[in-house]
């Protein structure tokens, strides 16, 4: 999505976060062996490290890709591949490679990963209809007219009445 004007919000809670994690962990356990990790930075970071900790790996790298500025989407960036040692890890096209991302929306960066590393597992947590087949693991389908909050990017804050709201 590149404008969130009119899109339905659903904010994710550390708790929640946490256990969907955990429950991708749980779907990605059967689908190994893997040598290694890649978190997608920097919203798979935070899933990978949950991953890791479940599946015993100890090998992670980063791929570093911006494609958004708060809410708009931008010229994609790839900022850092992946490292020599996860390369050869992986062989030529990402074999027994496991990249983790938060969520997969338009698909572009999956798109991107996918021509890096073929043959690697991507995973991410949450996916919308348009991302959900470029992913090969997702625990929650939102619709494509959802922006998801992530606990990282949000705080507590006042809630004014449902009814004030015109509602
Ligand atoms: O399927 P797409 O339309 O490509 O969108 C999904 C990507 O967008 C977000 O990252 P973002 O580029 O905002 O960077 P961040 O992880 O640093 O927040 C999210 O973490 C995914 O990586
Ligand atoms: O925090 C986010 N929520 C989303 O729904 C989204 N889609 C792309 N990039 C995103 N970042
Ligand atoms: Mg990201």
């Not at 693991?137 to 009445?161: K, R, Y």
């Amino acid at each position: 999505m590149s404008e969130n004007a009119a899109q339905k919000p659903f904010p994710v809670s550390w708790d929640q976060f946490h256990r969907d994690a955990r429950a991708l962990a749980w779907r990605l356990n059967g689908a190994g062996p893997f040598r290694a990790l890649v978190a997608v930075t920097r919203g798979g970071l935070v899933p990978a490290a949950i991953v890791a900790r479940e599946l015993g790996l100890r090998v992670i790298d980063t791929l570093c890709v911006a494609s958004y500025e708060h809410t708009t989407q931008t010229e994609m960036r790839v900022l850092k591949g992946l490292s020599e040692t996860v390369t050869r890890l992986g062989g030529d096209n990402g074999e027994g490679l496991l990249i983790v991302d938060d969520l997969v929306d338009t698909g572009r960066t999956a798109r991107i990963i996918r021509e890096t590393a073929p043959k690697a597992h991507i995973a991410a947590v949450y996916a919308k209809p348009m991302g959900k087949p470029l992913v090969d693991t997702f625990i929650t389908e939102v619709s494509q007219d959802t922006w998801i909050f992530f606990p990282w990017d949000t705080g507590l804050s006042f809630q004014p009445p449902i009814r004030e709201n015109g509602a």
